[in-house]
């Protein structure tokens, strides 16, 4: 049986674009078959943000409902994880923490590894917790997933950050010991200083995925983890939602399992039902993806349907078959470059009642269609570089905006 650390996700929150592109629209303009996106890469719409939101605008959006459901006193460490960096030297999470006005005793740094940075920030947040476990960690991870205009990546663009709370004996989540984790140096995705969009081999980069996961997923074996069948449900790395059908299929074929799409869909089938309608949000989207599977588990009635046991023994502790309390979710995070890991999460007892299913419903649902003409415009608007004052237009709706961009600098204020 794998360590059980009792560290793990406190609490999670996301926010997304606060504008939506429907790929109805994007297939009606490029002549594309809407089979292709709806079936073939399993994507509906993709998040487009504001003209004054951004990476720190939704990453504030994403952690104020945390700092207001838990105080800031026991965060002394703010970890932002992204590859849509706004700038070179300063961390993001800086202008968050200042957004929150969060103590000036914390330490904030930001990451990247593409997708996978999400990930190294959760794994860097539990390592500071079991140092100090009075302490919690809040990690942001949030994107802004932008390709050229008319090439096949176009389809797969989205925005979105997912912010949480890493704790010792967390109301969510335990995260387990091992990790099965995976390198290889590998150019499928890329995005060179000078370049505003991700530069991508997209076969390439599929089966760059696929082989990371299998490497992953071996180590994770020879690390001493759990066997496939002790997972309830296995949450994927979504650039589409197609990929986690893949990544799964794969995995069943690496264990020597048959394939069986039912099976297949019962594994994963929840945790895609953000990803869908939000998009590609690189270092978010696997956490979209874990958001997805607990909100669906959701008892509306506010009643965990736990037993109030601690879970550990694998039992569900419930008669309720969507409870997922005490029963092990495999998450598989990718980033293209290329870097995986696969680890285990863990459901605690009472964690329904922990849930934000109904926000994050509605910061999709509250998203405001957007035409193609206007996504196209948006997409290749850019602040002048001249060092002037350049306010942003007042879009959002959102609790926090981007002001402008004056003399080089990024402002940013409460809506
Ligand atoms: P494409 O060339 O537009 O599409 O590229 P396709 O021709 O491969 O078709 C896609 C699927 O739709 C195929 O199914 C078709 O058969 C099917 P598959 O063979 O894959 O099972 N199809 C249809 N289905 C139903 N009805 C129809 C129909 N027509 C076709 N009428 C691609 C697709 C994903 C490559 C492209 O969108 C792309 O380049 N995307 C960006 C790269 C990407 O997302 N890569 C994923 C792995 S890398 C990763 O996850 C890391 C990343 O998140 C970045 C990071 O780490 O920071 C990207």
Redesign the pocket.
Known sequence: MPKDLAVGIHDLSFATGQLVLTHETLAAHNGT????Y????GQRSMSVPAADEDIVTMGAAAAAPILARHGADRIRTVIFAT?SSVDQAKAAGIHVHSLLSMPSATRVVELKQ???GGTAALQFAIGLVHRDPSQQVLVIASDV?K?ELD??????QGAAAVAMLISADPALVRIEEPSGVFTADIM??WRPNYLTT?L?D??E??S??LQAMDGAWKDYTEQGGRAFEEFAAFCY?Q??T??AY?AHRALLESCGREVDEAEVVRAIGRTTAYNEDIG?S??A?VYLGLAALLDGSDDSDGSDGSDGSDGSDGSDGSDDSDDLTGRAIGLLS?????VAEFFAAVPVPGYRSQLRSEQHREAISGRREIGYADYRERHEQAFPVDGGDHPAPRETTGPYRLAGLFGHKRVYEPR
């Open positions: 078959e809407l089979g292709k709806h079936v073939g890469i590859e593409a997708c996978y997933s390709y090439q096949p990546g176009e389809a797969t499928d995705f991700a991508v997209g076969k980069s599929v760059a995925y790395h650039p589409f197609k990929m893949k590609n690189y270092t989207s990718y980033g293209s470059g290329s």
